[in-house]
């Protein structure tokens, strides 16, 4: 085990109960700052300046960095259509750009997404995609610390969520009181190969973020965030070391398991593009409160839609109670098993939901980036 910041678990307990490293075997390593696999890179030449013509993985991109504030790339990412009728191309139906954007002399990072414009290969969704709100118009906002990246808020149609948590301090207005609410993984990013886990708490407002009280919440809720460094191979065919960041509503009385959670949203994030892939995942014994539908059903038609390709595979340890392992016989939909060691009780899990958003376009030249502020709240840049 190794410690994941200076002071070890010591310097964690009294905000966070647990948050530890479990070692698998370790495949070549891809060290940095998880602030690295958040925002998008961009090519540039020997004066590093942006190459327009270019984007990261090209064979003639020798040299890239994560874009800086200000600067605009020359590509976007989407997601994935399937749009079938003959195309030629895939147009997606959402436009994701993951940036840095400064306010008052503070960074965060904000992952945007937006509609793509209707179109006879883009533009067009599925409504029963969409019951859970996964996709267009909205934003998150995300940093780090010396221990931690983690989402700080997000906006989409369905509602503003907002995680407060205990560094918040009555009275203080400071931005951090939303650190550390959707943990994503460690800030020293573990080797290709490694997995962990953390319990932290928070507590899920709606609303605007500028809009809380002054006082912090009296309860908190505790959920448990794992993540895996792995290579994956996304829809677009490209083979990425990825950030594996699973993070379940509820976790167990010990802090070792899921325990009775029946969901979790997973994201993938990598060092040329950031947030790359969003899935939602459910036991398959759940059923859907508004549609009544079972997981298993909206597996299948997730699968059947063709609009994602398989999640990240593979058995992971991640702590003495919880194992991701694969899940045999399951050719009409994506599943795993989540195994707790100790006691041998095995529960499937099914994926649902998902977005892949390493179908990359290039923008149009000169072409400016959207104004965040109306889905940015100003209340994430406080110092």
């Given amino acids: 085990m190794r410690p994941i910041m200076a002071g070890g678990l010591a310097a964690l307990a009294a905000a966070f109960p647990l948050a530890v490293l479990a070692p698998v075997p370790a495949r070549a390593a891809e060290p940095g700052s998880v602030g690295d696999f958040m925002i998008m890179d961009v090519c540039v030449d020997a004066s590093d300046r942006i190459v327009a013509n270019l984007v990261p993985g090209d064979a003639g ?75 267009e118009g909205g934003a998150s906002i995300q940093w780090y610390d010396k221990g931690y990246g983690f989402i700080m808020g997000s906006y989409s149609p369905v509602a503003l969520s907002i995680y407060q948590t205990p560094l918040c301090r009555d009275g203080d207005t400071s931005s951090r009181r939303f650190f550390r609410g959707w943990v994503i993984a460690p800030t020293e990013v573990p080797a290709a190969g490694q997995s962990g886990y953390g319990v932290f708490r928070s507590r899920l407002a709606t609303g605007a973020a500028s809009s809380l009280p002054a006082a912090c919440p009296t309860r908190y809720r505790q959920a448990l965030t794992t993540w895996l460094v792995t290579p994956m191979r996304f829809t677009s065919g490209r083979e990425m070391v990825s950030i594996v960041s699973g993070h379940f509503a509820q976790a167990s009385r010990d ?129």
């Avoid at 414009?117 to 599925?126: A, E, L, N, Q």
């Avoid at 859907?288 to 059903?297: L, T």
Wanted: one cysteine or more; aromatic letters at 8%.
């Fill in 255 to 383: 802090g070792l398991s899921p325990g009775a959670t029946m969901q979790m949203e997973q994201t993938y994030w990598t060092r040329a593009f950031g947030l790359s892939r969003w899935e939602k995942w459910a036991r398959d014994d759940w059923v859907h409160p508004r549609s009544h539908r079972p997981a298993v059903e909206l597996a299948r038609e997730l699968k059947k839609r063709g609009r994602c390709g398989p999640p990240a595979g593979g058995t992971f340890d991640i702590s003495p109670r919880t194992r991701f392992t694969d899940a045999p016989g399951s050719d009409d939909l994506y599943a795993r098993i989540i195994v707790d060691p100790q006691t041998g009780e095995r529960r499937r899990w099914v994926m649902t939901l998902c977005e892949d958003y390493t179908n990359i376009h290039k923008r149009p030249a000169d072409t400016p980036l959207e104004d965040v502020s109306a889905i940015a709240d100003p209340a994430y840049w406080r110092p």
């Fill in 61 to 135: 991109c020798t040299r890239e960095r994560d874009i800086r504030v200000g600067e605009t790339p020359p590509y976007e990412l989407r997601n994935f259509l399937n749009p079938g009728r003959g195309c030629t191309y895939d147009g997606g139906s959402i436009i994701r750009i993951n940036r840095p954007v400064e306010r008052n002399g503070q960074t965060r990072i904000v992952s945007s997404n937006r509609p793509v414009p209707p179109g006879p290969c883009s533009g067009s969704r599925d409504a029963r995609a969409d019951e859970d709100g996964a996709g």
